[in-house]
């Protein structure tokens, strides 16, 4: 199969050298091409500002912006079957940054306007609908509801379901604790495992899925 994932953070910048981001890492995206990759796959990795090695036998794509993450996943979009979208895309930019750095001076506070930035998912899907989708839903409550709401809505094939306040599936570490929600219904419990080891359980489905349709 042909396969598009993102991974880490995006940056969205306030001036020169400040930014808005998140606390990804990229470990779990960096799983899944590698999974993907050990099991034949042709994979394309997407990956926003991280500091981990590139896996051997795969092309990767590097983004600063969910502007850029946009444009790169609609560019490898079209021919590919399989997209997991594992990375955290910024909800939103700065609507104008600064041009030069904002020097403190006598300010005591900055009001700065925040726009939505493209939802990514639900921009590309029409363009190639023969493909898997699956999306990831990092929560911190209600997150069973917030997933398939999000399943839903971005008419995802496969969401993976994780509550960031419990132990062992916060960002950055080496595990997760996730439950996977088809869109054709049901919901399976991965519990706490390596992102690794979740990867597999990821692609076990995805290559299920497509065998059988």
């Given at each position: 199969?042909?396969?598009?994932?993102?991974?880490?953070?995006?940056?969205?910048?306030?001036?020169?050298?400040?930014?808005?981001?998140?606390?990804?890492?990229?470990?779990?995206?960096?799983?899944?091409?590698?999974?993907?990759?050990?099991?034949?796959?042709?994979?394309?990795?997407?990956?926003?500002?991280?500091?981990?090695?590139?896996?051997?036998?795969?092309?990767?794509?590097?983004?600063?912006?969910?502007?850029?993450?946009?444009?790169?996943?609609?560019?490898?979009?079209?021919?590919?079957?399989?997209?997991?979208?594992?990375?955290a895309v910024a909800d939103w930019t700065v609507d104008v940054p600064a041009e030069t750095k904002l020097k403190k001076g006598t300010m005591e506070s900055l009001t700065v306007s925040l726009i939505r930035t493209r939802d990514i998912l639900a921009s590309v899907s029409a363009e190639n609908e023969s493909a898997t989708l699956v999306g990831f839903a990092a929560e911190t409550d209600h997150v069973i509801e917030a997933a398939t709401h999000k399943l839903k809505s971005k008419g995802l094939d496969l969401i993976v379901a994780n509550d960031v306040t419990v132990p062992g599936a916060g960002f950055g570490g080496e595990t997760n604790v996730a439950t996977l929600l088809p869109a054709s219904g049901g919901a399976i419990d991965c519990g706490l495992l390596t992102k690794r080891a979740l990867a597999a359980r990821i692609f076990d489905w995805v290559e299920a899925t497509r065998r059988s349709d």
């Open positions: 199969m042909k396969v598009v994932i993102t991974a880490g953070p995006t940056r969205e910048f306030l001036d020169p050298v400040r930014f808005l981001s998140n606390p990804s890492t990229g470990r779990m995206g960096f799983a899944c091409a590698s999974e993907g990759v050990d099991r034949g796959h042709d994979v394309v990795l997407i990956s926003g500002p991280v500091s981990l090695p590139t896996p051997d036998g795969l092309r990767r794509v590097d983004v600063v912006s969910a502007s850029d993450m946009w444009e790169a996943v609609r560019l490898a979009f079209g021919e590919c079957d399989v997209l997991i979208m594992c990375a």
